[in-house]
Every structure is written in structure tokens, then in C-alpha cells.
T-cell receptor, first 117, second 112 residues
Framework: DADVTQTPRNRITKTGKRIMLECSQTKGHDRMYWYRQDPGLGLRLIYY???????NKGEISDGYSVSRQAQAKFSLSLESAIPNQTALYFCATSDLSRAGWGQETQYFGPGTRLLVL | AQTVTQSQPEMSVQEAETVTLSCTYD???????LFWYKQPPSRQMILVIRQEAYKQQNATENRFSVNFQKAAKSFSLKISDSQLGDAAMYFC?????????FGAGTTVTVRA
């Protein structure tokens, strides 16, 4: 969905480097999410944010941090990258304001493929 | 945390035929939603279909339909009249009031 963009699309980095993945959305949604995808494991939630002042840890937050700079922007940082953080990272957005949580649909960005050497 | 299991890592189907993907989940909640997402080679995650747990009627979206068996905690996806563009990885997902939990995915190959 072109309304959710992620930069970069691909990134190679070295162990110990700091890296930031960025997500922007033009959908006007209040909720944003970061997932990682590993082969055989599906998608797992790293962090999520219900609005600019509300940030929550997900299933696998260790080694990651996030920043919600504005309603439309949600960044994921790896302070000191390690090889087992090599994965496909997805940002997603959803809008709870217009419906109950059950009607919430998450819209995903195109993903960022990260390789940590 | 809820567990979502997709027992079929790969499925192959002949073009124009039907394929069914299985999904089971474990939960103690009574109110929840289930989803199937499609991930083509472009890596984009695309919502295919959604099912509300309180609805007995199975959801349908064009050639995609589900068989929701709440007591058995089963949520299978049927793709009818398969097309080459259906080739992708398909993820089953569960949501209650918490976050979305995904299965490991099933890769669907469509043979011409």
C-alpha cells in the first residue's frame, strides 16, 4: 500500500553499528507498529504506538528502540546491530478511532530487508 | 500469548483448481477476529479476508472463502479458481483486544 512507506528498502550493515529504519504514513492513522519476519516464524511484534505519546513493547523488543516523531512517523532503531537481527522488517498502521478494535485492519508497508554482517 | 499454527509450509495447486490452507489457533478468549494475509514476492502484506468470531457465517471475498470452526479453533482459507497471481505466502493471523499474532505462513505455488 503506497500510503505506508518504509526507508530504506534494503540495508546491509555491520555488527555493532547503529541503524534506523523509518516508516511514514499518509493514511492519517493513529496506530503504528513494527514487526520483524523470519523464515518459519511469521511476523512478530517489536513495538507499537497508539498515538504520539503512547509507545508499548511487543513480543520481541530487546535490542530495539522506537521513536514516534509525529502521528505520521514511527522509527525503529537498532542501537548496536547483531547478526541475529537480520530479518525483514515491516511497519504497519491502523485506525481505531473510527471503529472498535475488532474492525481494526492493519495496513503494511513494503518492508525493509536488513542484513547484519 | 495466543498461538497460531499453520501446519502446511507449502501447497501447490493447478491453475483454475481449488486449494485449501489450514490454520488453527489457541485462545481462551471468546471475542476475537481472524485474518488471512497474502504476501507476494513484492513482500507487501495484503489483507485477503477477515472473520469475526461472533459471526457464524463464513466470510467470503470473491474467490476467497473461509471455513471457520470456532469450537475446533480452526480457520481455513479456500482459494477457488486459482490464478497465477495467487502465488504467494499466506499468513493466518489472530487478534483479540491485544496485538495481532501471526502463523508461520504457507507458500502457495500455482502451476500453469
Amino acid at each position: 500500500d503506497a500510503d505506508v512507506t518504509q526507508t530504506p528498502r534494503n540495508r546491509i550493515t555491520k555488527t555493532g553499528k547503529r541503524i534506523m529504519l523509518e516508516c511514514s504514513q499518509t493514511k492519517g492513522h493513529d496506530r503504528m507498529y513494527w514487526y520483524r519476519q523470519d523464515p518459519g516464524l511469521g511476523l512478530r511484534l517489536i513495538y507499537y504506538s497508539f498515538d504520539v505519546k503512547d509507545i508499548n513493547k511487543g513480543e520481541i523488543s530487546d535490542g530495539y528502540s522506537v521513536s514516534r516523531q509525529a502521528q505520521a512517523k514511527f522509527s525503529l532503531s537498532l542501537e548496536s546491530a547483531i547478526p541475529n537481527q537480520t530479518a525483514l522488517y515491516f511497519c504497519a498502521t491502523s485506525d481505531l478511532s473510527r471503529a472498535g478494535w475488532g474492525q481494526e485492519t492493519q495496513y503494511f508497508g513494503p518492508g525493509t530487508r536488513l542484513l547484519v554482517l | 500469548a495466543q498461538t497460531v499454527t499453520q501446519s502446511q509450509p507449502e501447497m501447490s495447486v493447478q491453475e483454475a483448481e481449488t486449494v485449501t490452507l489450514s490454520c488453527t489457533y489457541d485462545t481462551s478468549e471468546s471475542d476475537y477476529y481472524l485474518f488471512w494475509y497474502k504476501q507476494p514476492p513484492s513482500r507487501q502484506m495484503i489483507l485477503v479476508i477477515r472473520q469475526e468470531a461472533y459471526k457464524q457465517q463464513n466470510a467470503t471475498e470473491n474467490r476467497f472463502s473461509v471455513n471457520f470452526q470456532k469450537a475446533a479453533k480452526s480457520f481455513s482459507l479456500k482459494i477457488s479458481d486459482s490464478q497465477l497471481g495467487d502465488a504467494a505466502m499466506y499468513f493466518c493471523a489472530y487478534r483479540s483486544a491485544g496485538s495481532l499474532s501471526f502463523g508461520a505462513g504457507t507458500t502457495v505455488t500455482v502451476r500453469a
